[in-house]
């Protein structure tokens, strides 16, 4: 009974990366929460509805553009430190938007964009820190499930709580859960800097230069396109009741809880495994999606397996980033950071350059079903 119990506690993961995904929970929710909200925004501020969706191009700019030059210009401060100080500005942005017209709210979310960045690959690394190296991919999985959390939870009650108070009132509320992760920081992550060997900008810099590095790179942006070109057009292309819609798009989030956890322990021993397995499976789901998505309900089951597929990748992409950039893991995680944005951002591009051709809407499915095949070689190249 006591080996039991003892193998249990040595299995757990300790509490503070349970502490940085319910941060990344908090301020992922701001990303989600404004799509539920943009018409709000748009006839609040009196702006056309498309100068709202820039708002999300603001954040998503914010992230892929000013994460790496933030990595580097705090290489040097102490994780704990860097974590409440970047949990502090995404807080301060996000308040500062809310309190400004729309020039100031772009301006903060591109600033929201940048604070997020740099402390998703804070939190990666300090997560991987906090445990053994058997456990890295598993770690890592715990803090990105905080954005499943937040796709699945907290984007819609934040959008629920803006139906009852005013588009503004869950943002209000993102920013207080980000006080709350940074007081769950300063309570829950040790404060113990590396003296033995000093971060060096150049180091980290020249382990950059890796190819394989920008192999795995190349990868989380393809194969996050993959999955979200239709994961964003889901809404569009269903055919159930339209009160069903947002049961069945959350299914996507359950799914990807599910598929964090299953690639965190995966990963650890067999990260190509996980890689290969996620990077088919979204081929041949996005294939049965187009398939079936004109059929009612056969598509919702293969909206819950998209979801699983897609996040058993992510744990496997950021435990190769770790072990291939050992030497950088500051400056690779926020790169890693910025490709999956960039994986999310390129997706509206693609679907319009189908769509406006006369492609029916289905055809997104395809392109998601072709980008996640491109990976593959470059999967299979990483193995060797």
């Not at 359950?254 to 990260?271: E, H, N």
């Amino acid at each position: 009974m006591e080996m039991m119990v003892g193998r249990r506690t040595r299995n757990r993961l300790p509490a503070g990366v349970y502490l940085l995904g319910f941060s990344l929970f908090a301020m992922g929710t701001a990303e989600f929460l404004l799509a539920g909200v943009l018409p709000a925004v748009a006839g609040d501020l009196g702006v056309p509805l498309s100068a709202a969706g820039f708002l999300i191009t603001a954040f998503a700019l914010g992230v892929v553009l000013g994460g790496p030059p933030f990595a580097v210009l705090s290489l040097r401060w102490p994780r704990r430190a860097t974590l409440v100080v970047t949990q502090g500005v995404f807080a301060a942005s996000i308040a500062a938007g809310l309190l400004g017209d729309y020039p100031v709210l772009v301006a903060t979310r591109v600033v929201a964009g940048v604070a997020y960045a740099g402390f998703f690959a804070v939190a990666s690394v300090t997560a991987v820190s906090l445990v053994t190296p058997d456990r890295k991919a598993r770690a890592s999985g715990v803090v990105v499930s905080g954005l499943s959390v937040a796709m699945v939870a907290g984007g819609p009650a934040g959008t629920l709580l803006s139906h009852f108070t005013n588009w503004r009132g869950g943002f209000w509320a993102v920013v207080a859960l980000t006080v709350a992760g940074i007081a769950g920081c300063l309570l829950g992550i040790p404060d113990t800097p590396n003296r033995a060997s000093r971060p060096s900008v150049a180091g980290e810099l020249a382990t950059m230069r890796k190819p394989a590095l920008w192999g795995l790179l190349a990868i989380t942006i393809l194969t996050t396109a993959a999955y979200m070109i239709t994961f964003n057009y889901l809404a569009a292309m269903l055919t159930v009741p339209d009160v069903w819609v947002p049961a069945v798009l959350a299914l996507f989030g359950i799914g990807a809880f599910g598929g964090l956890s299953i690639g965190g322990r995966v990963s650890d021993r067999r990260p190509h495994l996980a890689l290969l397995t996620g990077a088919a499976a979204i081929v041949v789901l996005s294939v049965a999606v187009a398939a079936a998505v004109g059929h009612g309900w056969a598509v919702v089951p293969l909206v819950f397996l998209l979801g699983v597929a897609a996040f058993v990748l992510n744990p496997a992409i950021y435990g190769r980033v770790f072990t291939v950039a050992a030497g950088a893991p500051t400056l690779a995680g926020a790169t890693t950071v910025s490709a999956f944005q960039l994986g999310i951002s390129i997706t509206p591009a693609l679907a319009a350059a189908a769509l406006t051709r006369g492609a029916p809407l289905s055809a997104v499915c395809w392109i998601g079903a072709a980008l996640a095949a491109a990976a593959v070689p470059l999967i299979l190249l990483d193995r060797r």
